[in-house]
């Protein structure tokens, strides 16, 4: 094999790791996002039931006002009840009373309920609150390890970097340039293998001539269907 086909498959097996670390670069900000937006969820659970608190604040409000003016009428008739003159008169008072202290049972049964339920929403709301800064600590966690990965790795990219420039040295410019254009159109395979007589790249068989050409190491043989660089690996 010619010493410049050894010397681009060093270069894309050093390329193939350095676009394996930007692929896991750019997957990092995904874990952090997903994260964030399980925290949006527990905010928009949370802005749910705090409406529902002012919402059941309201009603009890307005119940308890009910309550009030009820209450009112019951004693305005008792009032009244005390300066009748006839037992008749009283005793119609009396059954216009009992009527009503009834009916004051419903209201304040009514408001009961609204108490229950608002229990039930600060026990909801609590533990929303305490999921959110659950949560909260996770997404500060996960960006801080995207955050560390991400410095690692670009440590990692600019070392293989470093090693890769040397190598690009012995490459003349414009198998460079060719080869790296092969590698950022044909998904990061500028040099293919041959095996069984198919090209590894894009599995299309390689006609005699070039695979004679690749026995006689010619310099660079093209994939006459990908157009990747091919070099043969059981000799
Ligand atoms: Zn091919």
């Known amino acids: 094999m010619s010493a410049l086909l050894d010397t681009l498959r060093e270069l894309q097996e050093l390329d193939r790791e350095i676009l394996r670390y930007r692929r896991y670069q750019r997957e990092l900000p995904a874990e952090v996002e997903s994260r964030d937006h399980?925290?949006?969820?527990?905010?928009?659970?949370?802005?749910?039931?705090?409406?529902?608190?002012?919402?059941?604040?309201?009603?009890?409000?307005?119940?308890?006002?009910?309550?009030?003016?009820?209450e009112g009428r019951i004693d305005k008739l008792r009032g009244q009840q005390n300066e009748v003159k006839t037992n008749r008169e009283f005793k119609a008072f009396q059954n216009e009373i009992a009527v009503l202290v009834s009916e004051r049972g419903q209201f304040e049964e009514r408001i009961l309920d609204i108490l229950n339920l608002q229990e039930g929403i600060d026990t909801e709301i609590?533990?929303?609150?305490?999921?959110?800064?659950?949560?909260?600590?996770?997404?500060?966690?996960?960006?801080?390890?995207?955050?560390?990965?991400?410095?690692?790795?670009?440590?990692?990219?600019?070392?293989?970097?470093?090693?890769?420039?040397?190598?690009?040295?012995?490459?003349?410019?414009?198998?460079?340039?060719?080869?790296?254009?092969?590698?950022?159109?044909?998904n990061g395979l500028a040099l293919a293998s041959v095996a069984s007589g198919a090209c590894q790249g894009c599995n299309f068989k390689v006609p005699p001539n070039v695979l004679n050409m690749l026995h006689k190491d010619s310099d660079l043989v093209k994939c006459t269907h990908c157009g990747r660089f091919l070099f043969l690996v059981d000799r």
């Open 38 to 70: 399980e925290l949006k969820e527990i905010d928009r659970l949370l802005a749910a039931r705090q409406a529902e608190k002012k919402e059941s604040a309201k009603k009890l409000l307005h119940e308890e006002g009910e309550l009030k003016t009820h």
């Open 126 to 186: 609590k533990a929303l609150e305490e999921r959110r800064r659950a949560k909260e600590r996770e997404v500060e966690a996960a960006r801080k390890r995207a955050e560390s990965e991400a410095a690692d790795l670009e440590g990692k990219i600019a070392g293989l970097g470093g090693r890769r420039s040397g190598i690009a040295r012995g490459v003349d410019a414009k198998t460079l340039s060719l080869y790296e254009e092969l590698l950022e159109n044909k």
